[in-house]
């Protein structure tokens, strides 16, 4: 759709381009004519008529353009405000899901470092939600080695779940 409102926009540059050209050959005409340079049964004469049916032509054809590339514009925008909306409400209820769930969940970017901690993980691990954007290996320990485990998951490239560590406290 992107491209074909881009293709829209260029060929009403276009056309808009040759009318101004147009609109410049047509005033050396008339200017021609007003100043006696040209008779009025010359080919002059008898070519702006054409000249300006022409015009008329390519200008609606801009006018057409310009309506059609608007809609497009108002289309795309509605979808897009409506795919947005459609996203707030997946990441409100993925949030509520993983906030309920009775699992511990850390989630950590390619370099290890943590992007999310559900509330029963911050439990047992003993840490707040301030650990997010730090290093996974803040909250790891021996008993519970979340490095290794987030090294082995980027090595493999698949996720790792029901690991299970036991959490003494």
């Known amino acids: 759709a992107m491209l074909a409102l881009l293709a829209a926009i260029a060929v009403a540059t276009l056309v808009a381009v040759w009318l101004v050209w147009m609109l410049h050959a047509e005033q050396r005409?008339?200017?021609?004519?007003v100043k006696g340079r040209a008779d009025a049964t010359s080919d002059?004469?008898?070519?702006l008529p054409r000249e300006l049916r022409w015009q008329f032509g390519l200008a609606v054809v801009?006018?057409?353009?310009?309506v059609a590339t608007s809609g497009a514009?108002?289309?795309?925008?509605?979808?897009?405000?409506?795919?947005?909306q459609s996203l707030r409400e997946v990441k409100v209820?993925?949030?509520?899901?993983?906030a309920s769930?009775?699992?511990?969940?850390?989630?950590?970017?390619?370099d290890g470092v943590i992007t999310s901690i559900n509330p029963r993980g911050c439990e047992l691990l003993g840490v707040g939600q301030e650990y997010v954007g730090r290093p996974i290996m803040a909250v790891s320990r021996p008993?519970?080695?979340l490095d290794k485990l987030s090294r082995e998951v980027l090595e493999r490239r698949r996720t790792v779940s029901?690991?299970?560590?036991?959490?003494?406290?």
């Open 29 to 33: 005409m008339i200017a021609d004519l």
């Open 44 to 47: 002059v004469a008898r070519a």
């Open 73 to 84: 514009l108002v289309v795309i925008r509605r979808a897009y405000l409506a795919s947005r």
């Open 143 to 145: 008993e519970v080695p």
């Open 101 to 110: 769930m009775i699992q511990g969940v850390v989630s950590t970017n390619c």
């Open 93 to 98: 209820l993925a949030g509520d899901i993983f």
């Open 162 to 169: 029901d690991r299970p560590f036991t959490v003494l406290r």
């Open 62 to 66: 801009v006018v057409l353009i310009l």
